[in-house]
């Protein structure tokens, strides 16, 4: 039991050891130990600092990011716009110019068909008209009496000449 009542002279010279590592560590120990914490405590406080400083510039990034992104696609509408616009007035060109070519084909058209037209009546006109004297001339050669005759005469002489 004499460990838990100390005497009076062992509390004494603990007391006296006790303040001369206190005092030493006081002049010495403390003040390198405060500085430390001092320390660290303002390197913690510059990272801090550095991670809000980071965050804030990171946030203004995101916001210039967003802004190109939305002026980028504000661009691209009217890059779309623009080429869908000179799509569309290519296509009318096109058609336009198809037309009016198609105009040109068929008036181009009408007028052969009428000049192979009017040929074709000049020859058919030609070929009745030398038809017409052909049988003219036989019959005249013939001087036939009878008009029956001259009929029978007449539907031969076309079948001679008729194309089939």
Known sequence: M???????????????S????????????????????EDRENQINDFLQKVNNAEAILAELKTEGDNLISKAKEEQGRIL????????????EAQQEAENILQK????????????????????????????LNIAEKVLLK??????????????ILEEYSPN
């Open 18 to 37: 006790f303040g001369i590592v206190f005092a030493i560590l006081a002049k010495y120990g403390f003040p390198v130990i405060m500085s430390k914490v």
């Open 2 to 16: 004499s460990l838990l009542m100390p005497d009076s002279g062992l509390v004494f010279w603990m007391l006296i």
């Open 81 to 92: 716009k623009d080429a869908m616009q000179r799509y569309e007035k290519i296509i009318k």
């Open 143 to 156: 001087k036939l009496e009878d008009e029956k005759e001259q009929i029978e005469l007449i539907n031969r």
């Open 105 to 132: 084909k068929l008036l181009e058209a009408n007028e052969l068909i009428r000049i192979e037209k009017e040929n074709a009546v000049r020859d058919i006109r030609k070929q009745v008209t030398e038809l017409s």
